[in-house]
């Protein structure tokens, strides 16, 4: 099933100059851009986006983390987007992630973990208004989409 799916690069990440890289990975996969935007979230879209771990031990920090520069946030489009986006991005803790996904390669941190996508296509639904408009969202075809 095709699907949508919010991506966040998260500040470490903008800090690390590790956008491109990271982009990289979702592109040749086979994942489509179909949003893209430079933002610093406000506590109040920050607390929004993180509303399921209101309560946390870890919450405080997190919305610290995620507030504190610009993110590059977009919605990644393709077969199975949600899952194929988590697998590429490796588990939560980049101590325990695998080599080879974004988090096993880059991260030694389980709060600086370098990406977001969401967990399922209800998450998906409820994340990708949080940053974009309807009108950001393109719908349009890519010349390699019948080989992918
Ligand atoms: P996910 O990003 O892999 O879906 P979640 O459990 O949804 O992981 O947690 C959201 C974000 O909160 C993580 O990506 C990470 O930045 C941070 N986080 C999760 N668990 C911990 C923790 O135990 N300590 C510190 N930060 C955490
Ligand atoms: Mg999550």
């Known amino acids: 099933m095709k699907e949508r799916t919010l991506v ?7 800090n690390r100059r590790l956008v491109g890289e990271i982009l990289t990975r979702f592109e040749r996969k ?3 851009i179909v ?3 430079m933002l610093w979230l406000t506590k109040e879209k920050a607390e ?3 509303a399921v771990h209101k309560g946390k031990p870890f919450y405080d920090s997190l ?3 995620i507030t504190s520069s610009p993110i590059i946030a977009m919605v990644l489009e393709g077969e199975s987007a949600i899952k194929v986006v988590r697998k590429i991005m490796g588990v939560t803790d980049g101590v325990e992630a695998a080599p080879g996904t ?3 390669d880059f991260a030694l941190s389980i709060q600086n973990n370098l990406v977001h996508g969401s967990d399922s296509v209800e998450s998906a639904k409820r ?3 949080i940053f974009f408009d309807d009108s950001e969202i393109y719908d349009y075809q890519l010349s390699d989409e019948k080989w992918i």
């Open 35 to 37: 949003a893209m935007k």
């Open 30 to 32: 086979g994942l489509k």
């Open 102 to 104: 974004i988090r096993g």
């Open 8 to 14: 966040l690069l998260k500040p470490d990440a903008v």
């Open 63 to 65: 919305i610290k983390y």
């Open 48 to 50: 929004e986006h993180y």
């Open 127 to 129: 994340e990708i208004p």
